[in-house]
């Protein structure tokens, strides 16, 4: 391929002879665009692609010929394989098809409610209709009072009441119209509810009240003072005639509840930690940043960290009203207590109870684990009470 034009170079450098050296070397530099030839280039090219492209629809033809030949000869033998390549293509638009069928006949509630949602849902049918508070007070699922206390100033009289089978201190109570537990716990001398039998027999008082004896030294005004009671009124109720007490006298005090450690022992509602080994606090009641997103959401309990297969017991006595599994909690347990509490344990890596089962707090219910929504081994522990989740640690602490 000739690239220079000989003579335009020559005669290019005659006529700038007689220049100065810097005019010659300037020669030399500029000349080099001069000498190329652009129709030999483009003429190169253009044969160049030309048989290029000869040779590729040459070697394209053959390969098409071969493929031909190929599909001829061996299609008697492997038929089966484009119906295989049809059924796979085919394979994820049948099962979408089938999804959307299943989801517009199925129950919108198994698609739509969180676990969450059940969950607080199945505590609230737990829940019992009525309940009392810390003092003991009972009200309805409202949060209403639904009795009515006698007029504290009529002489107290009392009778004899034989337990039915699935009464209860407060069920009774309310069918004598007593506003509080304390009374029937107090004057029967009940030390846990949880003895109560059918058949038992009871006293049962006309009002709400304690029974209090007398100790050396006390009088009617100390005991006004100490129970937030007027000194008339003891002595209305017990038909008193003089303020003179008796050491060993049994007195009923109208409206008196018992101190809330004294209800709560015996409620059996001093709560025990269900890990007894070593555990660590890693997450607490309330809003908190989720393990894996970050973002703030409601942290129904306590996350109380421990190894795998650590033994978890049942923080109050009860019984067993679900065991099973949930993408939040994993394997769970739900255990409903006689005063309106239930208590949740979850993440359990195996559950060693049964629905139905009654438990104690020496009862274990299962082995700590990392199953569900966990970032490790741990138990996570919730309690409500009536339905309602309340913080666990003003209980086990």
Request: include cysteine.
């Amino acid at each position: 391929m000739e690239i220079f034009n000989c003579s335009s170079q020559m005669s290019f450098s005659k006529s700038y002879s007689g220049r100065n050296r810097i005019a010659r070397s300037f020669s030399r530099t500029a000349s080099f665009p001069v000498r190329v030839n652009f129709a030999n280039i483009k003429g190169s090219a253009a044969a160049f692609l030309k048989k290029l492209r000869m040779e590729t629809t040459s070697v394209c033809a053959a390969a098409l010929r071969s493929a031909g030949s190929a599909v001829v000869r061996y299609a008697p033998s492997y038929w089966w394989i484009p119906l295989c390549a049809a059924a796979t293509a085919a394979l994820p638009v049948c099962i979408s098809s089938y999804l959307e069928k299943k989801a517009e006949t199925a129950l919108p509630v198994e698609f739509l409610a969180p676990d969450m949602e059940r969950i607080d849902r199945m505590m609230s049918e737990f829940a019992d209709s009525s309940y009392f508070d810390n003092e003991g007070n009972i009200f309805d699922a409202d949060g209403i009072s639904s009795v009515q206390t006698a007029a504290v100033r009529d002489h107290v009289t009392y009778q004899t009441y034989t337990v039915k089978s699935g009464e209860s201190v407060s069920s009774i109570s309310r069918k004598f119209g007593l506003s509080n537990i304390s009374t029937l716990i107090a004057v029967n001398g009940i030390t846990n509810v949880r003895s109560l039998r059918a058949g038992q027999k009871l006293k049962v008082p006309s009002s709400d009240g304690l029974i209090h004896t007398v100790q050396k030294g006390e009088t009617l005004a100390g005991l006004s003072v100490k129970y937030s009671v007027t000194v008339e009124d003891i002595l209305d109720v017990n038909e008193l005639e003089s303020e003179v007490l008796s050491v060993g006298e049994s007195l009923f005090i109208p409206g008196a509840k018992l101190d809330s450690v004294t209800l709560q022992r015996a409620m059996g509602e001093l709560f025990t930690k269900p890990i007894r080994a070593s555990w660590r606090l890693t997450s607490r009641f309330g809003l908190r940043p989720d393990p894996f997103t970050g973002v703030k959401s409601r942290h129904s309990g306590i996350d109380m960290a421990c190894p795998t297969g650590t033994a978890i017991y049942s923080a109050l006595s009860g019984k067993v009203s679900f065991t099973g599994y949930s993408s939040i909690y994993g394997n769970y347990v739900i255990i409903s207590h006689y005063d309106g509490y239930q208590t949740l344990y979850g993440h359990m890596s195996k559950i060693s109870c049964k629905k139905g089962q009654s438990v104690t707090q020496d009862t274990k219910i299962g082995l700590v684990g990392n199953t569900g929504y966990s970032t490790g081994p741990h138990l996570h522990f919730s309690v409500y009470k009536n339905g309602k989740l309340i913080d666990p640690l003003t209980l086990i602490k």
